[in-house]
């Protein structure tokens, strides 16, 4: 009876709205009605907010009694476990719906989340943890960059917190981060003290000139700092704080000379690390538009160029990349200076210290996630010169693969009656992304990825009897076989009897093969490498 009477009133809803919307708006009380109405005949808070949803779903002519019914539904959906997902199903709705309230449904995302989490078990709880912890993450920055700090702090915490007690391969970063926003906030509040106690004695130099440095210096934001400056400051702030608050681009090419050569004297002052991090690559901008500017070739220029270059030193001083990890037997970075021509050969130098120079058929050089990258198209592919092995080894590269390729091989060999295969890439039926090993071909191992034109990190992992496959650092797929083969790893292609094929079109860069089976922390600091713009080895 309960279910003809809950289809009912369905009906009764679809009709009430459709003929409301066609002749006047749907009145609030109406909607608050009709919502206790669906409630009333469902069994649980759950269910209710499955209904909900559904009724929701039907409207699409009325956006604004969607957003009712959707609010509804993350209430109910609240009061239930087994509610959590309907809720989730809410907000990502409201998202569309109603996007001017994306910061009312992040922080109602937060509260479900953290519910869930905290009425799990424990084998679930790195499963909902880890989505919880990059929603902390996302709304602590999206606090800080609105300059609420104590929110920014709180949450950073927590996500800290979180991530620790879920051992994730980034809670040294979350630490960092957290540690970040609560200096921030002093000296955001520091900021603002002085500010008023400035407004009470505005001839106090000494704390005008701190506030502007603090401004300047330590919070990055000559906008702020050029409120500040008056006549009675000295010469120096007078003329460059004003044109550090300008766009770069309004500036004159003597003015962004100035400022390059400013703000690498600023260094020196500069209280932390970070904070000489900033004015370098703040005096990198300036220095860098002048030369756009200044096109003769003459002393000046070539002055500055110098100056630039030893500004990009001081700042790997500051900012190394990190260590490479043991074993590794090759690296490729594709930098112009590691091209190595030999007649009609072209080399990449293999960066690793092992001197396994790979060769490259059909170079072309393009844009890479480090710098230079190498293009992949039919014909095109790198011969490690490695042979295979069945010992441990890690395979890392990152690829932008055209979207929707098919017959695809990122890094593979073969016999040629493919008895003994071994790659990995986007199969030809569909374009899933899989792996072949001994005498199995490919089989969507990796459930439906598909090649999307962007960059991905892949590591392929194998111990002598299994394949692991990481894309961006998660593992999507696993198979197990053997192989008997000692023909060389291609990459961009497969090794098929000492020949190319199943070319792989797109980019590639940052390419590494290692002895052993790299760690998931390991795995982890090679994708932030790559992000960061630093290579692997140099």
Partial sequence: MKIKMLHSW??????????ATCVAPVRADDVEAIIKDIVRNTRSHAVAAEELLKAAGSLTDAPKTQVKLCEAAYEYGLKSPTGYASAIKALDSLDKLAPAGIDTWQKKRIVVYRLRY?????????????????????????SGQAHHWDDAVKLYNEASSLAWALRLDNRDEIRLRFRAAKSLKRLHERAELLEKELAKTPDDIPKRTELIHMYLINLNMPQEAAKHVNDK???????????????????????????????????????RKENKIRMLKRAQI??????????????????????????????????PSPK???GAIQVLTFDKAH??????TVYIKDVSGRKYNAIISN????????????????????????????????????????????????????????????????????????????????KNESKGIMAD???????????????????????????????????????????VGNKGTYFSRGSIDEVAIFNRLLSKRELRTIIETGKKGLPLAK
Avoid at 469 to 488: E, F, M, P, W, Y
């Fill in 363 to 442: 170079p072309k050089a393009v844009k890479g996630i480090v710098g230079q990258g190498l293009e992949l198209a039919r014909g095109s592919f790198i011969n490690t010169r490695i042979k295979h092995s069945s010992t441990p080894r890690t395979f890392v590269l990152w690829a932008k693969v055209k979207e929707k390729s098919k017959n695809a091989v990122l890094l593979g060999l073969a016999d040629k009656n493919w008895a003994n295969r071994f790659y990995f890439g986007f199969d030809e039926n569909k374009g899933y992304l899989g792996l072949g090993l001994g005498g199995d071909q490919w």
């Fill in 339 to 344: 091209w190595i021509t030999k007649g009609d």
């Fill in 233 to 271: 400051c000295d010469e120096i702030l007078r003329t460059n704080v004003p044109l550090a608050a300008k766009s770069v681009s309004e500036l004159k090419e003597s003015e962004c000379l100035q400022l390059g050569r400013w703000y690498r004297a600023l260094v020196k002052e500069a209280p």
């Fill in 324 to 326: 490479l990890p043991r």
């Fill in 453 to 495: 034109g962007k960059w991905h990190h892949y590591a392929l992992l194998w111990n002598g009897k299994k394949m692991l496959l990481c894309v961006d650092g998660t593992l999507k797929a696993t198979k197990v076989g053997q192989v008997n083969s000692r023909h060389t790893y291609f990459i961009g292609a497969c090794n």
């Fill in 118 to 142: 905290s009425r799990c078990g424990k084998r679930k709880k790195l499963q909902y943890g880890q989505p919880l912890v990059k929603l902390l993450l996302s709304e602590g920055q999206r």
């Fill in 10 to 19: 369905k009906i009764l809803f679809v009709l009430m709205v459709t003929f």
């Fill in 286 to 319: 300036y220095l860098g538009q002048y030369l756009k500017l200044h096109v003769k070739k003459d002393a000046i220029r070539l002055k500055v160029s110098i100056g630039l270059t030893q500004v990009a030193e001081a700042l790997e001083k500051f900012n």
